[in-house]
């Protein structure tokens, strides 16, 4: 059977400069992107021409950041896609490499961000399930401090980026991708959960705030349609959204309450009381609020010229 042949458009390294350029981003802004490299079209170089198109659009300036998150560093209790046999689980638990920044690979989150992962130069946040990498003079500002006990909150790059105005862009993926809704999980009354991964003296349990991207495509819908602060335009085939990270967080903040409250799920001591601020204890999807003290990862770690796996 004869393979058929590609489908356009073509997109080239300079093409998606430009399109990124009308749509308005800045030279020197730091940008958080979520991508889907298969929505674009035909692309020229690939991943790699995408991560130049970025870079150039961005210039010297500027600072590219990814999510690079590794939801498998957790309880194979939880595991649904696919599930492993339990009599597996507490060999998979005693055997499972911890977090390593500089070899653990991105999962779940596409080729462009594993391609900025290994980029020479490119950081990456200490986090060993909910890591960010980027490329840029910022990027150390923003990885920073990324707490083991906190997967998206107040001490992770999401805060960081909100302090720093940055912009996210929606580059062919939908809102269920973006992150900087859950920064908003934080602050509203969200539940616990215990959270289990491989750590550096052996599996580990941790409190975070539970984390769902349940009704993200719905909130986003709406954050669009009353605030008036997303660009929308087309890069190649690929739907694409800018937007600022503030705008979104303080808009989820509103939005959750009313269309998706999970206060009955929280216990009454982890809610907020005057005086007494409900504690800031980490978040990502549900596939990663698995159950085991915290990690004595480092901070973010920059990869020599040349060096770290292929993107695939």
Request: hydrophobic share 35%; net charge negative; charged share 20%.
């Amino acid at each position: 059977m004869p393979i058929p042949p590609p489908t356009g458009p073509l997109v080239t390294r300079d093409t998606l400069a430009g399109h990124l350029r009308e749509l308005g981003v800045r030279s020197g802004e730091i940008l958080l992107v979520h991508s889907s490299l298969s929505s674009l079209g035909w692309v020229c170089g690939g991943p790699v021409a995408v991560v130049q198109g970025l870079l150039d659009a961005l210039g010297p300036d500027g600072t590219l950041v990814v999510p690079t998150q590794t939801g498998d560093l957790s309880d194979p209790a939880v595991w649904s896609n696919p599930p492993v046999p339990e009599e597996w689980w507490d060999t998979i638990r005693a055997t499972m490499p911890a977090y390593d920044p500089l070899v653990t690979p991105s999962r779940g989150v596409g080729v462009i961000p594993e391609t900025v992962r290994t980029w020479p130069g490119a950081l990456r946040s200490a986090h060993p399930q909910t890591s960010f990498a980027a490329i840029g003079p910022r990027a150390r500002d923003v990885l920073d401090g990324h707490a083991p006990d906190c997967r998206l909150g107040e001490r992770s790059p999401l805060a960081r980026l909100e302090d720093l105005h940055a912009r996210v862009l929606l580059l062919g993926a939908g809102y269920d991708t973006c992150t900087s809704f859950h920064l908003a999980e934080y602050r509203v009354p969200t539940p616990l959960v215990k959270v289990g991964r491989p750590g550096p003296d052996g599996w580990e349990v941790v409190t975070e705030v539970s984390i769902t991207s349940d009704r993200f495509d719905e909130l986003g819908h709406d954050f669009e349609r009353d605030t008036g602060v997303v660009v929308r335009g087309r890069t190649g085939a690929a739907d694409t959204r800018l937007f600022p990270v503030t705008a979104a967080v303080a808009y989820a903040e509103r939005w959750l309450p009313l269309h998706r409250s999970r206060e009955e799920e929280v216990p009454l001591t982890a809610r907020e009381t005057p005086g007494h601020p409900r504690p800031d204890l980490g978040t990502h999807r549900s596939a990663l609020d698995a159950p085991g003290p915290v990690p004595k990862t480092p901070g973010a770690v920059r990869r020599p010229p040349g060096t770290g796996l292929e993107g695939s």
